[in-house]
């Protein structure tokens, strides 16, 4: 026994002195590789080099061109830079230019649909905005003020004169709110929605425009606190959804042809269509069956002109009665067919409501012309063909119960967890990972806003995230001095933006190796996450970033995160694309290897021909 004692007491001393040891070892070796003579920061200051990050960039996001002041554009750069495109293109939209455009059918508005060049025809230069563009008016000034050389096309004062659309005044168009269907102004047209609709109450959050002209609607319903996803076509009037943007108003180029709408189902909780010029009565009520497709169950469709109020307006709209009676017999046929409720018809006005589920009427919707629609996802819309068949709702329990969950009414509905989630409808996310990545983007947000202090001011208005997953990114930002797109790539694993429309926020489906549905030069921040590592192997990251800078207005900011060797890569693009650039570190260290990206669109303009 007296043996094991004084074994025992050998062992715990001969612990305690090896402890000991190791511990003044790693103390020495830390003080002198911090003393700089041992080579832990020569390893770390060779890695910060290759990567060339940093934790604090400093750039400036300030705008500072004016249309007197136009700066030397003639940067030096390691890499060849790409020339500016030629003036011609400073309107430049890859997939709706005009010329390809008239090549394609005229029926169902095919040649008014999206039509993108072969690679070979793609453009590899810089879009140079028009000589004396300036940085827009702020909100809430650009709502009803755009500088006229920003989008000098006059077209649109002329058409729409006596219509109070838009004003030329000196070098600024003016927004005076009116509309063709509303010529006492937007405020008094939303009033008389408002007195069926429940506008102010939160329940009514997302709109969709259709044949929106230049979106005074959608400008006007922001005061509601509904964010109005408006679209046109690019047509006769000319620029109606540059104007859009410009204005600080959520629009893209669109049409309803014979293609999908590039979003999901049941996202909306209002559709709206003034005088839009759908032929709503034609091609079996097609056109009413997407509406219906992207109308939240208990959603509302307004159409407001022809054919609605005939008896007293047909003799302005010079068409025959019995032409517009029978117009609108139709309508009401479809809507019956749909299981829309008519809820007012009133001053050229008429608004219906949409179904809460399929169960109230089933019998109605087993009619022997028209078939439930066979889709293996709803989500599946990309370049996909409109049908003749009705989208059939998620299944429910009695009749009073809303098909795919009840929303809660907004703001409350923008954090609280999205019925699609709840349901468990959206593989690989659930409530809890859902909370997670609110929490995280609240996080990457304070670090944005500590490197770009103009965030949160009214500096950036329209907002793009290319990849906006479930949204958290937008609805960390989401005030009234802005807005964001958010856009879910087609090639994503898993579509979220169902969850995105049931938050309250806006967006749509896009393949980034086509170009955006929208002008040059129509947002001021664009936002990207682990973009260019989904499309590592599928288009070139040129093709990205130049779309990127076509739809970056002058001197607006860029800031993408992804891992450090795609971000490498596109920086060596971007500084070609004469960018100021800068990377970062990720917010919890150099060790992740996640980095940020910030960078600034240089201002450019057409050059003068004599220099």
Same mark, same amino acid.
């Given at each position: ?21 190791? @511990? ?28 060339? @990050?940093? #934790? ?41 230019? #005009? ?7 005229? +029926? ?28 827009? %008016? ?73 044949? @929106? ?6 400008? /006007? ?7 109005? !996803? ?11 959804? #540059? ?45 009413? !069956? ?34 517009? #009676? ?31 589920? +399929? ?69 690989? %996310?659930?409530?809890?990972? /859902? ?141 070609? !694309? ?34």
């Amino acid at each position: 026994m007296a043996r094991n004692l004084t074994e025992n007491r050998t062992r715990n001393t001969l612990i305690v002195v090896v402890v000991f040891g190791l @511990c003044t070892f790693f103390y020495l070796l830390g003080a002198w590789q911090r003393s700089g003579s041992g080579g832990g920061d020569r390893i770390q200051n060779w890695v910060n080099e290759q990567t060339k @990050c940093a #934790q604090l960039p400093n750039l400036n996001f300030e705008t500072h061109h004016r249309a007197s002041d136009l700066p030397n554009n003639t940067g030096s750069s390691k890499i060849k830079p790409f020339e500016p495109c030629d003036e011609q293109y400073t309107d430049y939209t890859p997939c709706e230019e #005009q010329k390809r455009a008239m090549t394609f059918p005229r +029926d169902n508005m095919i040649y008014r649909e999206r039509h993108c060049p072969p690679d070979k025809e793609k453009l590899y230069c810089l879009i140079p905005a028009p000589k004396g563009y300036v940085a827009p %008016f702020r909100w809430p000034k650009s709502r009803d003020f755009v500088p006229y050389a920003n989008v000098p096309h006059k077209s649109l004062t002329v058409e729409k004169a006596i219509q109070n659309w838009v004003h030329y005044e000196g070098n600024v168009f003016r927004f005076p709110g009116g509309g063709t269907q509303f010529p006492q102004g937007a405020d008094t047209y939303i009033d008389q929605l408002a007195s069926v609709i429940p506008i102010a109450e939160g329940k009514v959050r997302t709109a969709l425009d259709t044949g @929106c002209g230049v979106a005074s609607l959608g400008a /006007y319903l922001l005061k509601k606190n509904v964010l109005t !996803m408006s679209f046109a076509p690019r047509d006769n009037h000319e620029a109606q959804v #540059q104007f859009a943007l410009e204005r600080g108003v959520p629009a893209y180029i669109g049409v309803l042809g014979s293609i999908k709408l590039p979003f999901p189902s049941r996202v909306f909780d209002m559709a709206h269509c003034s005088r839009c010029l759908i032929p709503w009565s034609g091609n079996d009520g097609m056109y009413m !069956m997407e509406v219906d497709r992207v109308l939240r169950p208990g959603g509302y469709w307004v159409l407001s002109g022809p054919p609605i109020g005939w008896k007293i307006h047909y003799k302005g709209w010079k068409r025959t009665k019995e032409d517009l #009676q029978n117009e609108q017999r139709k309508i009401e046929q479809f809507a019956e067919l749909l299981c829309w409720k008519k809820i007012s018809e009133k001053d050229g006005i008429a608004i219906w409501r949409k179904r809460l589920n +399929d169960k109230s009427c089933s019998m109605k919707q087993d009619s022997p012309k028209i078939g439930k629609c066979e889709l293996a996802n709803d989500n599946d819309v990309w370049y996909k063909k409109m049908e003749v068949c009705i989208t059939p709702l998620p299944e429910v329990n009695s009749v009073s119960e809303v098909a795919g969950g009840q929303l809660e009414p907004f703001p409350k509905r923008l954090n609280a967890v999205p019925p699609r989630i709840t349901l468990g409808s959206v593989p690989g %996310f659930s409530v809890q990972s /859902y909370e997670e990545d609110n929490k995280l983007w609240q996080k990457h947000v304070e670090a944005y806003k500590k490197i770009n202090n103009l965030l949160d001011t009214r500096r950036y208005r329209n907002i793009m995230d290319m990849n906006a997953g479930l949204g958290s990114f937008a609805a960390a930002l989401e005030s009234p001095k802005l807005w964001v797109m958010n856009v879910i790539p087609t090639i994503a694993n898993t579509s979220t933006l169902g969850v995105i429309y049931e938050r309250g926020l806006i967006g749509m489906y896009h393949d980034w190796c086509e170009g955006f549905s929208t002008y040059p030069r129509t947002y001021d921040l664009i936002h990207s996450n682990a973009i260019f590592s989904l499309y590592q192997n599928k288009c070139k990251f040129e093709d990205i970033l130049l779309e990127m800078d076509r739809i970056l207005r002058p001197e607006g900011a860029v800031i993408i995160r992804d891992k450090v060797d795609a971000l490498v890569k596109a920086e060596k693009i971007a500084k070609a !694309m004469r960018w100021k650039t800068r990377l970062a570190d990720h917010e919890s260290g150099p060790h992740v290897p996640e980095k940020i990206l910030f960078a600034v669109k240089r201002y450019r303009v057409v050059a003068n021909k004599s220099s």
